[in-house]
């Protein structure tokens, strides 16, 4: 996006009144993360003066030096990432560097700000992920999680045609290897997830799910379990894997802040290789 400057003003400013839909603090994002630049020359002054016929650039993208990290909100307390497939959230015994944990620290060492874990989403798993900038916030997030997150849905492609709606509870358990079950007595963690059909073909379909817990693998178990497994989970019987990833994307997140108790909705568009298997 460009903009031809035709009055004097200073950057912040110029920008409030001549980009729709930016707020304070996603005009603060754009200059932190140097996607601003004046004439050619990147800027990150929030008060830099403008004179006539200057060329603001705007880019929307990716910044190089911050690789795959794409930031869809941040303030002073959080920062919410559009995460990419195949990244840990957080390291293991086998991956230590490239998580997303390790990027958003990396960017973040600019404000002088550490990165908080509030939610994991599974290395194969895409979309939208919130992080704390300090321990407190952390916390607040954690301690209440189930009851501030008004909303998570997300898009996944199963195997099979599904029935327009479905509803599906269990107690969900985890083995010694780490895999999550639905136990057949009542003694793990109850578990609700909500399904409707978006589109399908004659092999898959597309669902919107939603869940009301959050459970470690709770979507991948919960859609196994009616026999109609993400593409590409191996590990819950898909039979297939075409995309050569998990079909699982958190595309929405409804959330109420617990310092302001104002909601914010953060999405995550739905990966364009979603829409073109399911034509």
Not at 13 to 25: A, D, F, H, T
Not at 76 to 98: A, F, H, M, R, W
Not at 132 to 137: G, I, L, S
Not at 142 to 148: H, S, V
Request: net charge positive; glycine share 2%.
């Amino acid at each position: 996006m460009k903009l031809i400057v035709n009055k004097e003003d200073i950057l912040y400013n110029y920008l409030r009144n001549n980009i729709e839909g930016k707020s304070k603090n996603n005009i603060k994002s754009l200059l932190k993360r140097e996607l601003i630049s004046i004439n050619d020359k990147i800027i990150t002054k929030y008060n830099y003066p403008l004179h006539i016929k200057d060329i603001i650039t705007i880019n929307n993208g990716y910044n190089i030096k911050e690789e795959t990290l794409k930031i869809i909100y941040e303030d002073d307390n959080i920062i919410v990432i559009d995460k990419p497939t195949k990244i840990l959230t957080i390291s293991n015994k086998k991956e230590k560097e490239n998580t997303l944990y390790h990027k958003v620290s990396d960017y973040l060492k600019k404000e002088k700000k550490k990165v908080f874990v509030i939610h994991r989403l599974d290395y194969d798993t895409s979309g939208v992920i919130m992080f704390a900038k300090n321990q407190k916030v952390q916390k607040l997030y954690q301690d209440n999680w189930n009851n501030l997150a008004k909303k998570r849905e997300y898009i996944a492609i199963v195997e099979g045609i599904t029935p327009p709606t479905g509803h599906i509870e269990s107690y969900l358990k985890q083995s010694k290897t780490l895999e999550v079950y639905s136990s057949k007595n009542k003694d793990g963690l109850f578990s609700i997830t909500d399904y409707e059909t978006i589109k399908h073909n004659n092999k898959y379909s597309m669902v919107k799910v939603h869940i009301s817990t959050g459970r470690r693998n709770q979507i991948r178990c919960h859609m196994s379990d009616i026999n109609h497994p993400i593409l590409g989970d191996t590990r819950y019987k898909s039979k297939s894997n075409p995309l050569n990833r998990l079909a699982l994307h958190a595309h929405t997140l409804v959330i109420e802040d617990p310092l302001t108790h104002k909601e914010n909705t953060f999405k995550s568009t739905t990966p364009e290789e979603f829409n073109n298997i399911i034509k």
